[in-house]
């Protein structure tokens, strides 16, 4: 059990947890911040991602007590005032998902990808969202709303 | 995941006074967290190492880069420094898992581990890497012994990797399309006088493939192994690939990292 301390959306939070608490169900079950889903739970699927100080990562994969101290932004933190993210806003406008299941990781690790490469071509947006699976869209329109996002962003 | 006990060490010292037979160093936690999940390894204590402020950075002298242990392959795929002294070293760190995994993930944690497919004890083995402790120093070719086991003792922390800088390198692999994981990777790198063939995910071990090295020091060209027929007995076997086609694709893989060199 150790006091675990981060600023989650730009609010601070403080809560007591198991050392062995993943990040993830620190998120959901602690924080009732249920965006964050939890697909195959073994690291591949990426449903989970989340950024830590500004990189993405899998919140499965993560010890809650690992990233003590840091800045965490889940799907729930990207709005602004009740406004969709440019990035959710093209998902929307070019149905780049169907059950959803997957959206909030492939938004974040899209997310990531734009911080770091403002302009991606095709075949750097697929090998980015490598580690994110979607069993629905078969990709092309994820990719399409990518490219918007872009140009929006 | 059983209950565990999370410490968090200031330094080595800190860190292998914690360890114990029934505690693991927690690096990046890519592997360690997933096989703690499936109850595959438990243990009491986990001892972070990721804060120890001694163990991360990129070192580039005239005849070698050093690479702390708990530097992350975004680190090593993104670093000017590796790009321009061993670029093969760079572009492997790039192809590790996904971003997430390389965000997180580091090269000592990859090394510790020793996954027979894990594409680090490749460039370890090819280029004459030295494994610094915070005990002693060994050479990569006597620290990987078997599946997943090294020459680690209990509590042995690894400190950092020196990878001495080759005339020409290249690295290869094949991987599997699910997981990115090498079916069959290939490191080859020529040194002043010799060359290393390094490959991963074709045995139960990295190893260095002495026939293809010995072709390749006599005549450094792909026609030089063109077509080898290399002994499949000990390859491994799964959904993926068999050990015939393991072995093919070892001589495949050695011919573009040559060509690429």
């Known amino acids: 059990m150790g006091k675990i301390s981060l600023e989650v959306n730009g609010r601070k939070v403080e809560k007591e947890a198991p050392d062995n608490t993943l990040l993830s169900t620190f998120l959901r079950e602690h924080l009732q911040l249920t965006g964050t889903h939890i697909g195959c739970d073994t690291s591949q699927c990426g449903a989970c991602v989340v950024h830590v100080d500004g990189n993405s990562l899998k919140s499965c994969t993560a010890l809650a007590a690992d990233i003590n101290g840091s800045k965490v932004t889940t799907i729930e933190g990207l709005e602004t005032n009740g406004k969709m993210h440019p990035m959710q806003e093209a998902f929307k406008k070019l149905h780049g998902l169907q059950c959803g299941f997957c959206t909030p990781g492939m938004v974040m690790s899209a997310v990531d990808l734009l911080q770091k490469n403002k302009k991606p071509s095709d075949t750097e947006i697929r090998d980015w969202l490598e580690g994110n699976i979607c069993r629905c869209t078969g990709y092309q329109n994820i990719v399409a709303a990518v490219k918007e996002a872009a140009t929006k962003m | ?261």
Request: proline share 3%; net charge positive.
């Open chain 2, 1 to 261: 995941m059983k209950d565990f006990n999370y410490h968090s060490a200031k330094d080595s010292k800190e860190a292998s006074k914690l360890a114990s037979s029934s505690s693991a160093f927690l690096a990046g936690g890519m592997t360690t967290i997933p096989s703690m999940k499936l109850g595959l390894a438990t243990y009491k204590d986990l001892i972070d190492i990721k804060n120890i402020k001694k163990l991360s950075g990129i070192k580039v002298s005239g005849k070698s880069v050093t690479i702390g242990a708990a530097t992350k392959h975004v680190e090593v795929s993104n670093s000017k420094d590796v790009k321009k002294a061993i670029p093969s070293l760079s572009s492997l760190a790039e192809g590790i898992g996904d971003p997430q995994v390389r965000n997180r993930g580091t090269i000592g944690g990859s090394i510790a581990n020793n996954d027979p497919s894990a594409d680090y004890p490749s460039a370890c083995i090819a280029l004459n890497a030295t494994i610094h402790t915070n005990e002693r120093k060994i050479e990569a070719a006597k620290f990987f012994k078997g599946m997943f086991e090294t020459a680690l003792k209990k509590g042995e922390l690894i400190e950092a990797i020196e990878f001495q800088i080759p005339e020409k390198s290249s690295y290869q692999k094949h991987p599997n399309p699910a997981s990115r994981y090498a079916i069959v990777g290939v490191y080859v790198a020529k040194h002043k006088g010799d060359v290393n063939v390094a490959v991963t995910g074709a045995k139960s071990c990295v190893y260095n493939d002495k026939e293809m090295s010995k072709a390749l020091s006599g005549n450094f060209s792909s026609s030089s192994i063109d077509g080898m027929d290399l002994d499949s007995s000990e390859m491994n076997s799964d959904m993926h690939a068999s050990a015939d086609f393991r072995a093919s694709l070892v001589v495949t893989q050695a011919k573009k990292a040559v060509d690429a060199c």
